[in-house]
């Protein structure tokens, strides 16, 4: 396997065949590898902001499989496994229309993500059709996180985490891609506990892993974590596992 390029934060429609899909699933980066000449574009997801509630082939545990399409990844699973699923797009667009008004005052202002929730927490309980409030909580913090982070990077060319820019702390200037030994090592943490971690059998194993990254470095920092992706490419299947040990 050949390792060539790293993108932060690809567009939805350069990741997703159905674009939609990113209310769920929040693209970090996309690595250009090669294996056996094949070059793929292997993009790293994260669904910070979710409880994972079901247990579906190809969705379950905050693990998930992906058809793989021309650079395109198609969703295999099922979103019934997220926690109230049919009520995150409308929150979205909420939290979306909100930080698109309001982004560059949140930047100026250094506005932490407690600071974030108290400032939208009225509109949120009138928006929120969550049955538990803290669950559309727990993901208005985790969106925006990723959005101030991603926003600032896509704004001065730099990438620091919320939590750098708003309370001085966290920074990080490790390599995107964690090292192949390290995510290896847990990976057969993973494995060494496969029958409880995922319920069905995906014939997967630990030759297959290709790419992985620390999750706060992009998200929420108190979710912690990696993202690690494996590639059968005898199927064309990319499995996401967020995983914390």
């Known amino acids: 396997m050949k390792e060539n390029t790293v993108l932060l934060y690809p567009r939805l429609e350069n990741v997703f065949k159905d674009p939609s899909l990113g209310v769920y699933f929040r693209p970090l980066l996309t690595a250009t590898i090669s294996i056996a000449g094949k070059p793929y574009q292997i993009h790293l997801l994260g669904t910070d902001g979710l409880f994972c509630e079901d247990k579906f082939k190809y969705a379950e545990q905050n693990f ?4 793989y ?3 395109l990844y198609e969703f295999l699973g099922d979103l019934r496994v997220f926690e109230e699923y049919d009520k995150v797009p409308e929150l979205y667009e909420f939290l979306q229309q909100d930080f698109l008004l309001n982004r560059d005052q949140y930047l100026a202002n250094k ?6 929730l108290k400032s939208i927490e009225l509109q949120l309980k009138k928006v929120s059709k969550f049955q538990n409030l803290s669950n ?12 101030f982070t991603k926003y600032y990077y896509e704004k001065f060319g730099t990438h620091h985490h919320i939590s750098v820019i708003t309370e001085g702390y966290g920074k990080n200037k490790k390599p995107f891609l964690s090292d192949k030994e390290d ?38 920092i108190n979710g912690g974590g990696d993202i690690l992706a494996m590639l059968d490419p005898t199927k064309d299947i990319v499995y996401i596992l967020e995983y914390s040990s």
Do not use: C
């Open 64 to 67: 998930f499989g992906f058809k």
């Open 69 to 71: 399409n021309n650079g």
């Open 111 to 116: 506005t932490t993500d407690a600071e974030y």
């Open 136 to 147: 559309a909580e727990y993901y208005a913090e985790a969106f925006y996180s990723y959005e």
């Open 183 to 220: 995510a290896l090592s847990i990976l057969e943490e993973f494995f060494i506990n496969l029958k409880y971690n995922v319920t069905f059998d995906y014939e997967i194993n630990e030759e297959m892993f290709v790419a992985a990254t620390e999750r706060y470095r992009f998200m929420s």
